[in-house]
Antibody, heavy 121, light 107 residues
Framework: QVQLVESGGGVVQPGRSLRLSCVAS????????IHWVRQAPGKGLEWVALISSTGSNKYYAAPVKGRFTISRDNSQNTLYLQMNSLREDDTAMYYC??????????????WGQGTLVTVSS | DIQMTQSPSSLSASVGDRVTITCRAS??????LNWYQQRPGRAPKLLIYAASSLPSGVPSRFSGSGSGTDFTLTVSSLQPEDFATYYC?????????FGQGTRLEIK
């Protein structure tokens, strides 16, 4: 079955870096765009970034643009999120989510369990 | 960015009740509207896509409707496992913005 497993979260000081990973299985990873979505403690869902199936197109939310980099290794079925210059308001559970589609309409049809990032001094 | 506004922010209801949650987009998004359910401590789960389509495995008591800017999610007869938080999301254009969520609680 489709599975997405995130890792790499932890406690980090403001200004430092962290790299998250999302390992996929159960489907053709190279055939799907993948997104990162985060959720601050007790808050709603916030879209973070997306990468196309080939990795050639990437988009970022305004709060993370210039600090975060999304990438993927289709040979390893793995998605990454490099997070630099971390701030306390980046504290959140980070989810990777697979894109499904119905014609041109897209949706997140599978989610990982999340990895928690805490930015604190 | 397209703003998504859900109402109400929270809702108390009883098992067996029919409930409706609304979602309004700040511009026309056709039917590029999805709904997700999130139970406490769990990842979100796709509930409705393209405004009114149910993924395989989602109970038929859930339904969605709407197009353009106004959308609704209806649960025809609440079950205990339906008490959760619900989010709408537009996938018309990046960033794929979410509504602020509607918390459905047991009365």
């Amino acid at each position: 079955q489709v599975q997405l497993v995130e890792s790499g979260g932890g406690v980090v000081q403001p200004g430092r870096s962290l790299r998250l990973s999302c390992v996929a299985s159960g489907f053709t990873f190279s055939g799907h765009a993948i997104h990162w979505v985060r959720q601050a403690p007790g808050k709603g869902l916030e879209w973070v970034a997306l990468i196309s199936s080939t990795g050639s197109n990437k988009y970022y939310a305004a709060p993370v643009k210039g600090r975060f980099t999304i990438s993927r290794d289709n040979s390893q079925n793995t998605l990454y999120l490099q997070m630099n210059s971390l701030r306390e308001d980046d504290t959140a559970m980070y989810y990777c989510a697979r894109v499904g589609w119905f014609g041109p309409r897209k949706f997140f049809d599978s989610w990982g369990q999340g990895t928690l990032v805490t930015v604190s001094s | 960015d397209i703003q998504m506004t859900q109402s109400p922010s929270s809702l108390s209801a009883s098992v067996g009740d029919r409930v409706t949650i609304t979602c309004r987009a700040s511009q026309n998004i056709d039917i590029y509207l999805n709904w997700y359910q999130q139970r406490p401590g769990r990842a979100p789960k796709l509930l409705i896509y393209a405004a009114s389509s149910l993924p395989s495995g989602v109970p038929s008591r859930f339904s969605g409707s709407g197009s353009g800017t106004d959308f609704t999610l209806t649960v025809s007869s609440l079950q205990p496992e339906d008490f959760a938080t619900y989010y709408c999301q537009q996938s018309y254009i990046t960033p794929y913005t979410f509504g602020q969520g509607t918390r459905l609680e047991i009365k």
